[in-house]
Nanobody, 123 residues
Framework: MQLQACGGGSVQAGGSLRVSCVAS????????MGWFRQAPGAEREFVAT????????AYGDFVKGRFTISRDSAKNTVYLQMNNLKPEDTAVYYC?????????????????WGQGTLVTVSS
């Protein structure tokens, strides 16, 4: 499976941005999808995930209701809507695909990764 992330960019604090990730070469509906991010000098951090089987969602603690993950199986696409962005949200955002149904906050459980898209939030 190949993943292509897009939609990153620059936004001021308090603004919104939606990043997308299009999957190809695999059966998208059977993969749990996740978003991770990595800031310069930091480890990769779990942002959000959506399971393939029941559509249940989970978020990193820092999200606090600001982000929403969704998927459109007809378009083989997963989205991350980010609202009320803060400068500390600045990072490269990666989408990933997993056949697992547990431990989806662990990047080690994802088999396929996109190339990342940069989100920059200015104060």
């Amino acid at each position: 499976m190949q993943l292509q992330a897009c939609g990153g960019g620059s936004v001021q604090a308090g603004g919104s941005l939606r990043v997308s990730c299009v999957a190809s070469g695999g059966t998208f509906r059977y993969y749990s999808m996740g978003w991770f991010r990595q800031a310069p000098g930091a480890e990769r951090e779990f942002v959000a995930t959506i399971k393939w089987n029941d559509g249940s969602k989970a978020y990193g603690d820092f999200v606090k209701g600001r982000f929403t993950i969704s998927r459109d199986s007809a378009k083989n696409t997963v989205y991350l809507q980010m609202n009320n962005l803060k400068p500390e949200d600045t990072a490269v955002y990666y989408c990933a695909a997993s056949t697992a149904q547990s431990y989806l906050n662990d990047p080690g459980y994802y088999r396929y990764w996109g190339q990342g898209t940069l989100v920059t939030v200015s104060s």
